[in-house]
């Protein structure tokens, strides 16, 4: 891991720690969030122009929504957060923080991959998808680290989930499923 050394002003610096730290976060953790979205966003991760100074009624309302592409780095934090509730150390909530904050992921798409992968443990069915190769990546993962007997009920969580997904979803997420779970049932 690479050291850096940056210089600020105290002030800058004394002001910027006591709101993060009114966050739960210090510098440190900031500027490396900072990093990572700039590697996800290709760029800045926020714009560099001033308020306009124009009536408020005159401003074009631009959507806050974007479409972050979940990187293998996400998922692969997914998962080691997901060990630790499995473990019994930590409640499915405040992990998604953790991987959001760490990695740069929305907070709602880590509670997404976090809740599913408690369903496919439980035997649950999910009514949440994820990318197909999200899935089978984290399938593997359940299946060499976790065991035959919860690869078992994750694959019948997944048969559970396969109605409803074919119902609700536009695309052929169901029927990928639906052949995997044919080809990984014994």
């Known amino acids: ?11 800058i610096l004394s002001e910027a720690s006591r709101i993060l730290h009114s966050l739960g976060m210090d510098v440190e953790m900031a500027v490396n969030i900072l990093l990572r979205r700039t590697i996800i966003e290709k760029g800045l991760p926020m714009t560099m122009t001033t308020p306009s100074l124009e009536p408020r009624n005159k401003i074009t309302r631009v959507s806050g929504r974007s479409k972050l592409k979940i990187t293998p780095e996400m998922v692969d934090e997914v998962w080691k957060a997901f060990l630790r509730y499995i473990n019994g150390a930590e409640e499915l909530t405040s992990l998604s923080k953790q991987v959001s904050l760490k990695t740069g992921m929305k907070n709602g798409s880590a509670s997404i991959y976090l809740n599913f992968l408690a369903n496919l443990v439980n035997e649950k069915p999910n009514t949440r998808a994820l990318k197909f190769e999200d899935v089978e990546y984290l399938m593997s993962k359940i299946r060499t680290e976790l065991g035959d007997d919860l690869y078992r009920k994750a694959l019948k969580s997944l048969k559970k989930s396969i109605p409803y997904w074919r119902k609700n979803l536009s695309n052929s997420f169901a029927d990928k499923v639906e052949e995997y779970c044919e080809k990984h049932s014994s």
């Open 1 to 11: 891991m690479a050291k850096i050394e940056i210089q600020v002003d105290d002030n």
